[in-house]
């Protein structure tokens, strides 16, 4: 088995700042995710990773930035947090050949003030 | 345009059964995938599908139709701890790392 940890888990930030999530996986996976979760809408993909320092933007990139330095991490940036932001950051692996199959880590809670 | 679409809330009996329907349209079918989210945790994968028919686990089965692009799981002998959002994730065939998720079904379990 494996586990997957974010960090930190419940990040408060203000207007305009840069935040960034951090996201570790134990399981020798090459592809990692960042989606966004918001209430009442599905899973959104903003950043994927197929291998060490690939990088593929999904639907919701723009704002965020994001670095796969090493196979076991994923980091998200987000550029200038907007006010009253609120919302939960789900990272996730998956083995080679896609995403059939994926494990989600803890989730990191975003609230911006 | 591509979606899933899955209903909101869905409510049945400890003991019972509960069917959550799931419907897609996408470019393309590449498998669908289940996955369980507990309040304030993260999704759990439970099953993953890519041809018709019923698969099933014991507690939780899927059954899919790709012609209908139609997907449900059925959770028998309900129990408390069921209550949670079942989400519905399909993956087209044009990128086999992006899926794309319904909004989840929240599932009631009432004693």
């Known amino acids: 088995g494996g586990i997957i940890t974010q960090t930190p888990k419940f990040l408060i930030g203000q207007e305009g700042q840069k935040l960034t999530l951090k996201c570790q996986q134990n399981?020798?996976?090459?592809?990692m995710y960042w989606y966004r979760q918001d209430s009442g809408k599905g899973l959104r993909l903003i950043y994927y990773?197929?291998?060490?320092?690939?990088?593929q933007k999904g639907d919701l990139s723009e704002g965020y930035d994001a670095s796969r330095e090493k196979k076991s991490s994923f980091s998200l940036t987000v550029t200038s947090a907007q006010k009253n932001e609120m919302a939960v950051f789900l990272c996730?692996?998956?083995?080679?050949?896609?995403?059939?199959?994926?494990?989600f880590g803890p989730g990191t809670r975003l609230l911006v003030l | 345009g591509q979606g899933v679409e899955q209903p909101d809330n869905l409510m049945s009996v400890e003991g019972t059964f509960a069917r959550v329907n799931c419907t897609y349209s996408t470019s393309g079918f590449n498998g669908l995938s289940w996955y369980q989210q507990r309040e304030g945790h993260a999704p759990v994968f439970l099953s993953y599908v890519v041809l018709d028919g019923l698969k099933d686990s014991g507690h939780f089965s899927t059954f899919l139709s790709r012609s209908n692009g139609y997907s449900y799981l059925l959770l028998t002998e309900l129990q408390i701890k069921d209550s949670a959002s079942y989400l519905c994730a399909v993956r087209d065939d044009t990128n086999a790392y992006k899926v794309i998720f319904g909004k989840g079904t929240h599932l009631h379990v009432l004693p």
């Open positions: 990773s197929i291998t060490e320092n690939d990088l």
């Open positions: 399981f020798n996976h090459d592809t």
């Open positions: 996730a692996s998956s083995g080679t050949g896609g995403g059939d199959t994926q494990y």
